[in-house]
């Protein structure tokens, strides 16, 4: 099991010490914009319990985050136009994980539109308010 680090940047968005563009917001999750997206509309899906994988989530956290997923997939292909939503996960260092919280990107798009690689260049942030804007209208 890893040691789950309180300090890590979801964590701080949870608490509200960073800002994020949310999406979507409930009891047990957060959605908000990717701020180093791969495609238009990049989101992130995290619990409000802090896990770093998969495997040290519990099973409700894992279903409200499922849950949480097919609204802003929905969303995404509504307001979005996407034809198809590309859900990636990935567990541990070694898989490519580089935030120790628990969280499932959520793409629209396909595996094609992946060129390019994760997490290597920043947003614009009005670009992003204004993709979100569109997200949330078709929550």
């Known amino acids: 099991m890893s040691s789950y680090d309180p300090q890590n940047i979801f964590a701080k968005i949870l608490r509200g010490e960073i800002p994020c563009i949310k999406l979507h917001e409930d009891e047990h999750t957060l959605a908000f914009m990717d701020i180093m997206p791969q495609t238009e509309g990049h989101a992130l899906v995290i619990p409000k319990e802090p896990a770093v994988t998969l495997f040290e989530l519990s099973d409700a956290a894992a279903a409200a985050c499922m849950a949480t997923v097919r609204k802003i997939g929905n969303a995404q292909k509504k307001g979005l ?13 070694g898989a490519g994980q580089t935030v120790p919280h628990f969280h499932i990107h959520v793409i629209p798009g396909s595996l094609a539109d992946l060129r390019k690689p994760h997490a290597t260049h ?12 569109k997200i949330i209208a078709a929550l």
Do not use: I, S, Y
């Open 81 to 93: 136009g996407a034809d198809g939503v590309v859900l990636m996960q990935l567990n541990g260092p």
């Open 122 to 133: 920043m947003a614009d942030t009005a670009h992003l308010k204004t993709l979100a804007e």
